[in-house]
């Protein structure tokens, strides 16, 4: 048995897709929602499923699990977040493929003038997110409601950020269905056809936000492409076992 934990999880991708996964290659396993309210439920789950041989960790626990876990690899260690755990012999070790997914959809898209990135969302997702554009070397500024040291506020984003940060990647669920009417507040009339916009969000496939920068001429992508890829290397992670 594989699952997926978070909450509320009422939009989740992964359950279809493996169960899918599982199906189509013959394949007597199962993959199931386990809406978590307190990631403190975790301890109880694992006692109730003992078949539990790996977990997705989505919003709002994946940084919060990481007390919970016996180990991290490295790249969930650097990044602070972890998405995937593999279940061995009652040790949970935790991964992130996250900035996997990203990394792998964002790359085709880039163009020579995408040196800076603004990354609106500081929670577990964005972590990925900055650690990729590290490792791809692009610059970025984290965008937040609250202000702290080391990021702005969502008021400071100017027509002179907008011109300077032709990348722009969107980790809220801002957009996410059902809430489908809702946007992170930038300055979109800044927008133009240098911009390349992403959505980690894939339901809509089209966001406010995606439709926002569309209008201005900018190229969008939504997150579908990297919730494929994340979720294919955390089978490579639950197999590599």
């Known amino acids: 048995m594989y699952g997926i934990i978070g909450y509320p999880l009422l939009q989740t991708f992964s ?10 290659l013959g394949l007597p396993l199962t993959y199931s929602k386990f809406p978590l309210a307190h990631i403190s439920e975790l301890k109880a789950l694992l006692a ?17 699990v990481i007390p919970l876990l016996d180990e991290l690899d ?17 040790r949970l070790k935790g991964f992130n493929t996250d ?16 040196t800076h990135a603004l990354v609106l969302g500081t929670g577990g997702a964005s ?15 984290l965008v937040s409601r609250s202000a702290a040291p080391g990021q702005l506020t969502y008021g400071a984003v100017d027509k002179a950020m907008m011109e300077r940060h032709l990348l722009i990647i969107n980790t809220t669920p801002l957009g996410m269905v059902p809430d489908t009417g809702h946007c992170p507040g ?7 056809r240098q911009h390349l916009l992403y959505d980690l969000i894939y339901h809509p496939a089209e966001t406010l936000f995606l439709g926002k920068g569309k209008a201005q001429g900018a190229q969008i992508k939504n997150g579908y492409e990297m919730l494929i ?11 590599s076992h």
């Not at 997914?101 to 995408?114: A, E, I, N, R």
């Not at 972590?127 to 500024?141: D, N, P, R």
């Open 15 to 24: 359950p279809g897709y493996f169960n899918h996964k599982f199906e189509q």
């Open 186 to 192: 930038i300055p979109y009339a800044h927008i133009g």
């Open 127 to 141: 972590k990925a997110v900055t650690y990729s554009l590290q490792q791809l070397g692009i610059a970025f500024t």
């Open 99 to 114: 900035a996997t997914g990203f990394t792998q959809s964002l790359k085709p898209l880039l163009q020579p003038w995408h």
């Open 48 to 64: 109730r499923e003992p078949r539990l041989l790996g977990l997705n960790v989505t919003i709002p626990h994946k940084e919060a």
């Open 229 to 239: 890829a994340q979720a294919e290397a955390a089978w490579a992670i639950w197999n």
């Open 74 to 90: 490295d790249t969930a260690r650097a990044i602070g977040a972890v998405n995937t755990i593999r279940i061995s012999k009652g």
